[in-house]
């Protein structure tokens, strides 16, 4: 059941009626505050909503009580709603100085939202609810300064980085008994290897970098629950490896928590995610299947799969097919004379997609059944391959997806 807002009268206290506004107020303090100082204004729309907005909306409303109950706000409250908030940026090394001229953004919103409902003889209650709102600000400024400092001074930060050279030592089969040991994670037998591969983000440096940091930081917090703590990552914000220590006896109840992964960070970075995962790998072994696994993210990824969770068993054709050697180059160079008619490229994957029936390859297309068969033949007469026969439309088919992975330009 939604219970309606009580309506907004001119006879309730200056007070009341913001925080009956409040809801509204807190999304234009957003909008007008982080939202709008660049960098984060060129950042995917929503991406503060869901880790600020509420703070915003629960401090504020804690706030305007206490100025209601005419009670202190002190800096410990403010803190308890501003400092989980400022760890995040802080660790997305989100510039302190935008930060702060966001916070004062909002700031100015409040005050005009409670000049505009000030009626003339709340001259007094304005006054009340500005210099409130004043200490809120100071409180909240030092708050986030404080936070900063802490998270760039941080044990944590220093252990973290122990478990990425921890981590990149593993990756490259050099001993790392001592690094374990300074990074206080004990080394297991077998772990699971864990490739994650992202879109790369078509956005200005400073917008990327921002991006890059705010996804490092949720990936690491993602599978250090789904590990208990014991995960170690090596990740840039678009491609890295993670490997997860396997213990026997919760094999199986891992297996279960890693299948939906792969949606749960592309809900949370706002883009497809490719996993590719290699089970119970021998420490010495690490190396081998890490760059295996690297190489399965990167296939789904080129060839555009769905979101998910791969294994190699899911791309073996491509992955053979995509393996260096003159053979590759050999069947890269099939289709480089279709290179210069990009519409011709789009008849032979419609082709390939849809095989004998031509009217819905068309359709796709949208051109008649009898331009898509003149293109058809055109390819055959360019490659002297005719893709309507069965073992030469595989060739096509596989010349195709290597180009689509190396193009045929970049082969002799």
Known sequence: MVLASPPVTGDLPLVSRLLTRWPQIAERMLAAGLGATPPAADLPPGHFTAEVLPTIYACGRAVLHAIGEEREFTRSDVAAFVVPVAERHAEDRFPLAIL????????QTVL??????????????LVVVGSRLLDLLMHINIT???????????????????????????????????????????????YTVLAIHL?????????????????????????????????????????????LPNHSESAGADAARHRGLATELAEKFGTPVYLAECHSVPRA?????????????????????PTGRYQLDDLLLEYQLTRPGPARDRLAQRIAPLLRNPHLLEALEAHLEYGSDRK?????????????????????????????????????????????????????
Do not use: W
Request: glycine share 4%.
């Open 100 to 107: 702060i001229e966001a916070i004062h953004g909002s700031a």
């Open 112 to 125: 005009a939202e409670a000049s505009t409902l000030a009626r003339a003889d709340e001259k007094d209650q």
């Open 199 to 243: 879109r790369p983000d078509e956005q200005p440096h400073s917008v990327a970098d921002l991006l890059a940091r705010r996804r490092i930081r949720v990936l690491l917090r993602t599978l250090e629950a789904l590990s208990n703590g014991t995960a170690l990552v090596t990740f840039d914000g678009t491609s890295g490896i993670a490997l």
């Open 144 to 190: 986030v300064v404080e936070t900063y400092t802490e998270v760039e001074q941080s044990i944590y930060n220093a252990e973290r980085e122990a478990r990425r050279e921890l981590c990149a030592a593993l990756l490259r089969g050099l001993p790392a008994d001592e690094l374990a040991a300074r990074a206080d994670t004990p080394l297991t037998d077998r």
């Open 360 to 412: 819905a390859a068309a359709a796709r297309l949208h051109v008649h059944p009898n331009t898509f068969s003149y293109r058809l033949r055109r390819i055959a007469e360019l490659t002297g391959i005719d893709p309507a026969e069965p073992t030469n439309s595989r060739m096509l088919a596989a010349a195709l997806t290597i180009h689509q992975l190396y193009p045929a330009s970049e082969h002799p």
């Open 285 to 305: 072994d690490v190396p081998s299947f890490a760059e295996q696994a690297a190489e399965v993210a990167s296939l789904a990824r080129l060839l555009n799969r």
